[in-house]
C-alpha cells in the first residue's frame, strides 16, 4: 500500500498548467547561461556557425526548462508562480513542507530556436509510499514536462523526480 | 571553408566503446552557484541565500541548481564532440550538494556506439561529477554525432530523429 491520497491518485497521467512562456526564447539568456559554465561551442556565439548547422541561432539544449520559469515579480501580480507547479502542489497537498529534485533526464527533438515561445504541459506520473532517506521522511514523485514550439512541434520531454520531506526533529 | 572547419569534428568512427573523454575540473565559487541559478531564471533561495540554505534547508551553503548542472554536463560532452555533436537526451542523478569551495570534476566513458535504422551514429556516455572522493552527480548522455566530417546530425528530423 502506498498510502497515496485518492485526490492525488486521480492526478496520476492528467495534463495539468498548460502554460505558455512568459517570454520569447533570447539570445542574452543563451549568452549568459554559456558564461555560466564557460561554454565555448561556436555554434551558440558564432553565427557562421549556427547557420551553417541549425539554420540559425539556437539554444543550449540544457536550457529548456528556463523558458518556462516564470519572471520573479511582474505589475499586477499577488502570488509569484512557480516553475514546475505540480511539485509545489504535492509538497502542499501532502504535508511535506521541503523537497529536493533528484533525478532529471531530458529528451530533445526540435531545436529551441530564438523567437521560439515554448508551450507546455505537465503530467504527474507517479508518487511513492512514504521512504525514509538522511533528509527526512517524506515520498518521491515523478513529473514530466512536454515542450512544444509555437508551430506546436515537440522540441523536449523532460521528466523529473522530486523528493518531498519532513525534517526529522532534532533528538 | 565551411565556417565549422576550424572548430573540432569528433566523427562516429572515430570512437570506441571504452573511450575516455578528458576530464574537466572547475572550482566552484559562490558566483558561479549564483550566475548558473540567474542563468536559468531560478530564483530559489537555498541556491543564493546562505542563510535560507543553512537554516531551512540544512545544509552547509547555498548549492548548484539542477538546470546549471545540466549546462555543466552539456558543456562537458559539447566539448569533446564540437558543435556538430547533437545531444539525445540527457539524464542525471544528483546523489550530493556542489557547494562553494568544492573543486568538481567531471569524468566520462563512452559505454555504447551504434547506429541506428536511419544511420544515425549515437554515443552512449557515463559520467560522474566528483568533489574529491564524494560522488555528487551521475548521468548518462546519448548524443549524434557526424559518419563524416561533413555530416551534420542537427539537419535531422521527424522520422530521421530517433533520440
Not at chain 1, 501580480?77 to 509538497?91: E, G, S
Not at chain 2, 555543466?72 to 539524464?91: I, K, S
Not at chain 2, 567531471?106 to 556506439?113: E, K, M
Request: hydrophobic share 35%; with cysteine; proline share 7%.
Amino acid at each position: 500500500m502506498s498510502g497515496v491520497p485518492p485526490e492525488i491518485e486521480a492526478l496520476i497521467d492528467v495534463p495539468q498548467y498548460d502554460e505558455v512562456s512568459e517570454f520569447p526564447v533570447e539570445r542574452g539568456y543563451i549568452w549568459t547561461s554559456c558564461a555560466s559554465v564557460e561554454n565555448g561551442n561556436p555554434l551558440f556565439w558564432d553565427d557562421a556557425v549556427a547557420d551553417e548547422l541549425t539554420g540559425g541561432p539556437i539554444a543550449m539544449p540544457s536550457m529548456i526548462s528556463n523558458w518556462f520559469r516564470p519572471h520573479y515579480w511582474a505589475p499586477g501580480r499577488d502570488v509569484q508562480p512557480m516553475p514546475l507547479q505540480v511539485h509545489f502542489d504535492l509538497k502542499e497537498s501532502l504535508g511535506l513542507p521541503e523537497a529536493v529534485m533528484s533525478d532529471n533526464t531530458v529528451t530533445y527533438y526540435e531545436p529551441v530556436r530564438v523567437g521560439d515561445v515554448l508551450r507546455t504541459c505537465q503530467k504527474l506520473r507517479s508518487v511513492s509510499a512514504e521512504k525514509q532517506t538522511k533528509l527526512g521522511t517524506g515520498r518521491f514523485w515523478v513529473i514530466d514536462v512536454e515542450y512544444r514550439n509555437q508551430r506546436d512541434e515537440l522540441v523536449g520531454i523532460e521528466s523529473w523526480t522530486g523528493f518531498g520531506y519532513r525534517r526529522e526533529a532534532a533528538a | 571553408m565551411t565556417a565549422t572547419a576550424t572548430h573540432t569534428v569528433r566523427t562516429f568512427d572515430q570512437v570506441a566503446v571504452g573511450d575516455a573523454l578528458p576530464a574537466l575540473s572547475y572550482e566552484v565559487t559562490a558566483t558561479t552557484v549564483v550566475l548558473g541559478a540567474l542563468a536559468s531564471r531560478d530564483w530559489r533561495p537555498q541556491h543564493h541565500d546562505y542563510a535560507f540554505a543553512t537554516k531551512r534547508n540544512g545544509v552547509k551553503d547555498i548549492f548548484l541548481n539542477s538546470p546549471n548542472q545540466a549546462a555543466w554536463l552539456e558543456r562537458f560532452v559539447t566539448d569533446w564532440t564540437g558543435p556538430r555533436g547533437r545531444m539525445g537526451r540527457l539524464g542525471f542523478r544528483m546523489l550530493d550538494s556542489i557547494f562553494p569551495g568544492d573543486t568538481m570534476t567531471f569524468t566520462g566513458t563512452v559505454t555504447s556506439a551504434e547506429s541506428d535504422e536511419t544511420g544515425c551514429g549515437w554515443v552512449g556516455i557515463d559520467i560522474t561529477v566528483a568533489v574529491g572522493d564524494r560522488t555528487c552527480t551521475t548521468a548518462k548522455a546519448r548524443i549524434a554525432l557526424p559518419s563524416s566530417p561533413d555530416d551534420n546530425p542537427w539537419s535531422r528530423k521527424g522520422e530521421n530523429w530517433k533520440p
